[in-house]
């Protein structure tokens, strides 16, 4: 468990702005979780009328097939990748973000995101702060008392390297000899043995910008960059044009996909939300 009063790193998780990190004693880390969670708490009930139901041009009232919400759920997440999760504006509108918003709806709850940085998200779930878990490839799990949802949609990590280059990339062991980029939160969601392979890698370079280790694969400060594709071609429009970031990329598929889940500690709500789920995914395949 974490101990109380010794310092804590705490990062500003929102897609596309680089990191600012300050110290936080663990102490104050709790209120600053517990403020964020009645916050979203007292922004629900603003949403109900007097017999609890939700008011006119609440969540659950304004799409057809929804059912009606009884309370929210809370979900510690890591890794908000845009375009899954959010935009530059913090929206929380991301396309897998949606879909899970709608399985959540669909058994009747309004879920209520929390970014925060793994260590903390772990530790609010494992202290009862919040309902659920975001998590996926390396990410460790909590030590009891969770249930492990269905895998959701998979995310597909490449080696991007410039055509132009000639680059070729056929394993992890062909990066030792590339100057290669990559993300925290991509490398926190890269397969566990995988992301120990990556990191003995004397010549990799860890940068909290996605929008910079862009901008230094486009400039040759960099041999080839582990990114994913989407992610990739949301932050290639912000690149500045002096990197002519129109240059011709090649993907070198190396990596499995990676599938998230969330973690419950409700098997019930596990259960539903399962149904659900696979539902939707199943909808999405048939059309």
């Not at 109380?4 to 209120?31: E, I």
């Not at 010549?203 to 041999?223: A, C, P, Y």
């Not at 500045?240 to 240059?247: F, G, K, R």
């Amino acid at each position: 468990m974490l101990e109380v009063d010794k310092p804590l790193q705490l990062h500003n998780s929102r897609p596309g702005a680089r990191m600012r990190t300050r110290l936080l004693t663990r102490s104050q880390t709790f209120f600053v979780i517990i403020g964020t969670i009645a916050a979203a708490t007292l922004a629900w009930f603003l949403l109900l009328d007097a017999d609890g139901a939700p008011r006119s041009g609440a969540y659950a009232n304004d799409a057809p097939g929804r059912t009606s919400v009884d309370h929210h759920f809370t979900i510690g997440i890591t890794c908000p990748f845009a375009p899954m999760f959010a935009n530059d504006n913090r929206n929380i509108d991301g396309t897998q973000w949606i879909l899970i918003t709608d399985a959540f709806a669909k058994i009747g709850l309004v879920v209520q995101p929390i970014f925060m940085n793994y260590e903390d998200a772990l530790h609010a779930f494992e202290t009862g702060l919040t309902q659920g878990l975001w998590l996926c490839g390396g990410m460790k799990l909590p030590e009891n008392g969770f249930f492990v949802s269905t895998p959701l949609l998979p995310w597909n990590f490449v080696v991007l390297t410039l055509k132009d280059r000639g680059v070729s990339v056929d394993g992890i062991a062909a990066l030792a000899q590339l100057q290669t980029g990559i993300h925290p939160d991509v490398f926190l969601a890269l397969h566990k043995d995988v992301s120990l392979k990556v990191l003995s890698n004397p010549n990799l370079k860890q940068v909290s910008n996605h929008v910079l280790l862009e901008t230094m694969l486009f400039s040759g400060k960099i041999d080839a960059l582990i990114t994913e594709p989407h992610v990739f071609e949301y932050y290639r429009r912000s690149v500045p044009s002096l990197a002519n970031p129109d240059q011709a990329v090649v993907s070198h598929h190396i990596f499995d996909p990676v599938y998230p889940v969330i973690v419950f500690n409700e098997k019930e709500i596990r259960d539903k939300f399962n149904t659900s789920w696979e539902a939707i995914v199943n909808n999405m395949n048939t059309q």
